[in-house]
C-alpha cells in the first residue's frame, strides 16, 4: 500500500521556538496533501489542504501566519508552526492525496510539546 | 452542533462479540463515507469505504450508510483483541476534504 511518512515522530521545544514538521509520501506522487491537528481524545481537526506549487487553504480559525505550509514537490510538504507556544501542543498528522480515486494515506503523526 | 456526531465511548466487549459503532452527521451533501482505525499514536487507516447509501462488507467488518436518517454504522463480528484501538467515522462531500468523528475507543478483552 501507499506509503507516506512524517519527520519527526515527536519533538520538544521551547515556547517562542518555530518547529518543521515534515509528510513525505513514499511511493506515490500526491497531488494534494492535507495537515490535521489532534488533541488527546479529541477528532482529528482539518487545518489545511495544500496543493503542489500553490498556496495552501487554510481551515476557518486557523492562523496561516503560525502555521506555515509548503509543498515544494509532489512528494513533499512542510508544516512549520511559527513561535510556538504551548496550546499548539498537539498530534500534527499528514496525509496525502494521489490524485483519482478516494483514498488520501495518512501519515504516522508528529507529536509536538511545547514548554 | 457538530456537524458529525460519535459516542466516544469507551466500550468493551469480550472477544468473540459483535460490535456495533454509530456516527450521526447533519451535512445532507456528504457522499463519501468512511471507518478508520487508528492505534494510539499512529496515523488513521482506512478500514471501510461506501459512496452514498448502501451496506458494503470485508471479512468481519460490515459498513452501513442511511443517508435519509443521516446515520453510519460499522459492524465487526467476531471480534479479536486485535481490534482494539479508536475507531473513527469520516465523510466529505468530494471525496478529499474529511469531516471525521470524535472517534470510539474500543476494547476487545481476551
Known amino acids: 500500500g501507499a506509503v507516506v511518512s512524517q519527520h519527526p515522530s515527536w519533538v520538544i521545544c521551547k515556547s517562542g521556538t518555530s518547529v518543521k514538521i515534515e509528510c513525505r509520501s513514499l511511493d506515490f506522487q500526491a497531488t494534494t496533501m492535507f495537515w490535521y491537528r489532534q488533541f488527546p481524545k479529541q477528532s482529528l481537526m482539518l487545518m489545511a489542504t495544500?496543493?503542489?506549487?500553490?498556496?495552501?487553504?487554510?481551515e476557518q480559525g486557523v492562523e496561516k501566519d503560525k502555521f506555515l505550509i509548503n509543498h515544494a514537490s509532489l512528494t513533499l510538504s512542510t508544516l512549520t508552526v511559527t513561535s510556538a507556544h504551548p496550546e499548539d501542543s498537539s498530534f500534527y498528522i499528514c496525509?496525502?492525496?494521489?490524485?483519482?480515486?478516494?483514498?488520501?494515506?495518512f501519515g504516522p503523526g508528529t507529536r509536538l510539546t511545547v514548554l | 452542533q457538530k456537524e458529525v456526531e460519535q459516542d466516544p465511548g469507551p466500550l468493551s466487549v469480550p472477544e468473540g462479540a459483535i460490535v456495533s459503532l454509530n456516527c450521526t452527521y447533519s451535512?445532507?451533501?456528504?457522499?463519501?463515507f468512511m471507518w478508520y482505525r487508528q492505534y494510539s499514536r499512529k496515523g488513521p487507516e482506512l478500514l471501510m469505504y461506501t459512496y452514498s447509501s448502501g451496506n458494503k462488507e470485508d471479512g468481519r467488518f460490515t459498513a452501513q450508510v442511511d443517508k435519509s436518517s443521516k446515520y453510519i454504522s460499522l459492524f465487526i463480528r467476531d471480534s479479536q483483541p486485535s481490534d482494539s484501538a479508536t475507531y473513527l467515522c469520516?465523510?466529505?462531500?468530494?471525496?478529499?476534504?474529511?469531516?471525521f468523528g470524535q472517534g470510539t475507543r474500543l476494547t476487545i478483552n481476551p
Open positions: 495544500s496543493n503542489e506549487g500553490s498556496k495552501a487553504t487554510y
Open positions: 451535512n445532507s451533501a456528504f457522499q463519501y
Open positions: 496525509s496525502a492525496f494521489p490524485g483519482g480515486g478516494y483514498e488520501q494515506f
Open positions: 469520516a465523510m466529505s462531500q468530494g471525496a478529499q476534504k474529511l469531516v
